[in-house]
């Protein structure tokens, strides 16, 4: 037996260490989690009860083309039903815009470092990717990316905001890319933090997919929403971009629980506007502290900070979850000396600040 040449040589995803799990390897009663952009607040009670409601109905399969759900969001989007399509986070949609236009040979790209899921999908349909490395303040260099474009390129991934670094690409520097696109390359615009966003100058993605018939773009219900557990994302396009995405979709992709809890977590603007208020506070209170310590950090429009602790990433990283507080370093970013912090409650941010100025006074400065 032989899996498929192209996968063999690929990482099984290692998942960041449970909470329990941490708490009991050292001894800790309290760890805090700010490692995965997950929200603090947890999620609208609407949601909480839009679950409850559907306990006793386990046993039926959900709908499977999540008709309720896609109604809303299209409502909410304000595009038609048929330009809409829902995953298992947006994660299954990006594994499915691979899988409906990646064969082997093509080429795409991104930037570096970036969401690591658009290129390890194209390596499992055997496509190469191009990656183009982000300009010193963080940002997609998207002047460079046009020069990267070929006839064997088939798409564009542009994070915006840009995970891990943070930084985001106004609406006038993706408008100027996409009349630089030739109409044969798909741009997807993957917009997981896009609710956060406060700047005024971040994209109106929507208005874009009315004037550029090659774009998709991605949103998700488990950051802002709070429903990372529930796996339901979504992507928007020209109806006949998402008729072809939803031909390698399974079934039943997204839950009946993550469908109506979705539909209740989008209603609820109060508890929106309340994430999105406390998100921008945090910021600014971990900017503070950052200044204060001489760290320098990117610009931040999504729920975390990636800021230079002038030491190993690696052993501040240790030293932090010693002390309880899990945040995020990846030696194939290339910032051997940055961490990628999720802003908390404002409880959290302080718990997690007074610790790494302890870490900070323990490790050598490199
Ligand atoms: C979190 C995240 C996603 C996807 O999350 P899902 O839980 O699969 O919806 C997609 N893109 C980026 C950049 C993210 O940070």
């Not at 899921?117 to 190469?128: C, L």
């Not at 191009?130 to 998207?142: M, N, Q, Y």
Request: proline fraction near 5%.
């Amino acid at each position: 037996m032989q899996p498929k040449k192209n996968i063999v040589h690929l990482p099984v995803y290692q998942p960041g260490k449970p909470i329990d799990e941490v708490k009991r390897e050292l001894g800790l009663t309290e760890v805090i989690k700010l490692a995965s952009n997950e929200n603090p607040f947890g999620s609208s009670p609407k949601a909480k009860e839009a679950i409850a409601s559907l306990l006793d109905q386990t046993s039926i399969y959900p709908d499977g083309g999540a008709v309720e759900l896609t109604a809303a969001v299209a409502a909410h989007l304000g595009v038609e039903p048929n330009q809409v399509i829902f995953g298992a986070g947006s994660d299954e949609i990006i594994l499915m815009i691979c899988r409906a236009f990646l064969v082997p040979g093509d080429e795409m790209i991104t930037a570096w470092p970036t969401f690591p899921q658009y290129k390890h999908n194209a390596e499992i349909e055997g496509a190469v990717t191009i990656e183009v490395p982000v300009t010193a303040d963080g940002k997609h260099d998207l002047d460079e990316m046009i020069a990267r474009i070929s006839d064997k390129t088939k798409i564009v991934w542009i994070c915006n905001p840009n995970n891990p670094t943070g930084t985001m690409n106004t609406e006038d520097e993706i408008r100027a890319f996409l009349k630089a696109v030739p109409a044969h390359v798909l741009v997807v615009l993957d917009e997981a933090y896009a609710e956060y966003n406060m700047s005024g100058k971040y994209p109106d993605a929507v208005a874009l997919l009315k004037e550029h018939a090659n774009i998709v773009l991605l949103r998700t219900f488990s950051k802002i929403y709070g429903l990372a557990s529930l796996r339901v994302g979504y992507g928007a396009g020209r109806a006949e971009v998402i008729r072809s995405i939803n031909q390698v979709r399974e079934p039943f992709n997204t839950s009946s629980f993550g469908q109506k809890a979705a539909i209740a977590a989008l209603q609820d603007n109060n508890f929106i506007e309340f994430c999105r208020e406390a998100n921008a506070k945090g910021i600014k209170q971990l900017w503070a502290k950052f200044d204060e310590l001489g760290l320098p950090y990117f610009d931040a429009h999504g729920n975390f900070v990636m800021v230079d602790v002038k030491r190993s990433g690696s052993e501040v990283f240790q030293g932090l979850l010693k002390k309880g507080i899990i945040v995020r370093h990846d030696p194939a970013w290339g910032y051997p000396t940055m961490i990628r912090v999720t802003v908390g409650s404002e409880e959290q941010n302080g718990k997690f600040l007074k610790a790494l100025e302890q870490v900070l006074s323990e490790v050598a400065v490199s």
